[in-house]
């Protein structure tokens, strides 16, 4: 009969976008919410009570007296470094949720900061560990062979309020690097590296930033993508984000719905059908978070890197900014 597995330990730092990850990580088997700290508490002790977690007002206080595996990252850039140092001085595993910065320099810094860790440090991208770009990833990697074209879009009616953090320039700096950045993951992972960005930029809603982009992207590969991204689309439209994807041997089609990869179809040049699966993420109790979260615990049972990576984190920031530079000078940025 084989030992009972000792349940993962971790800790949540930022309730209010942070209640997406608690109501993942209370879900999951083989792991134990522990600990939830927000400064503000709005909804915490009634989460609390919930969930049986212990709420905490203060994440420094909550790192020192409970004893934890991995903590959650889920305040906004500006917010994380003394924090994610004292996280990595006590040897825990990170999960720090998109932007991962507020600039390329900015990027960089934390990822110095969270290089020395002993433990798995993850990127919150939970696109990518969707099951169907999982398996168009795998398709790739295989049948279809090297992608040479992609046509993306990640345009939906929703923009963060004027004058929150979001569009902070220290902090969420625009929604192109707070949210388009998802995008960005999902296509240099299917795509690899990017190497060159041009972009045009939209001022439609009377933000101080750019709420829209158009973008062209080149890759070290030689292979080339466009998309299409921003708040600027109608809330009755749920079916994004979208993918087209043209390989060496065929063709795929990626569709999402409301902010998770959802079905795939794909055929090879010699096929006479397209074949298709089916793979909601939010089913049977699942959620968006799910299989990112099982990957990160699986991680720190092994000891392994994980997929979403520090240096994948910097990149789409460095994408994002090369976005932002780009529809402002109207010239091509290399990265």
Known sequence: MSAAVEPIRIGVVGH??????????????DVRLVAVADRRGEGLDAAAAQYHFTPYRDAGEMLEREPLDAVSICIS????????????????????????ASNAAHARELAEV????????MAGFSFRFHPAIVKLKGLL???????????????????????????EPDNGNGFINENSCHLFDAVCYLMGKPVRVFAEGGLFTG????????????????????????????????DFPRIDLF??????????????WESL?????????????????????????????????????DGAAPSASVDDAVRSVDVAMAVVESARTRQPVCL
């Open 207 to 238: 933000r101080a930033m750019e709420d829209a982009a158009t973008i062209t992207l080149r890759f070290e590969s030689g292979a080339i993508a466009a998309l299409t991204c921003g708040g600027v689309g109608a809330s009755a439209f749920v």
């Open 114 to 121: 969270v290089r020395p860790s002993r433990a798995p440090v």
């Open 265 to 301: 179809a794909w055929a090879r040049h010699d096929a006479p059908a397209t074949s298709q699966i089916m793979a909601p993420p939010e089913q049977l109790g699942a959620t968006r978070y799910t299989h990112a979260f099982k990957h990160f615990c699986q991680c720190i049972r």
């Open 16 to 29: 209010r976008f942070g209640q997406h990850h608690v109501r993942t990580l209370a879900s999951l088997p």
């Open 77 to 100: 850039p500006k917010l994380r470094r003394a924090l994610l140092a004292a996280a990595v001085d006590k040897g825990l595993a990170l999960f720090i949720e998109k932007p991962w």
């Open 141 to 167: 990697d295989g049948e279809l062979g090297q992608p040479r074209m992609l046509a993306g879009q990640y345009a939906f009616g929703w923009l963060p309020a004027a004058g929150g953090w979001a569009w």
């Open 247 to 260: 390989a060496e041997h065929g063709q795929a089609r990626l569709q999402g719905r409301q902010h998770m």
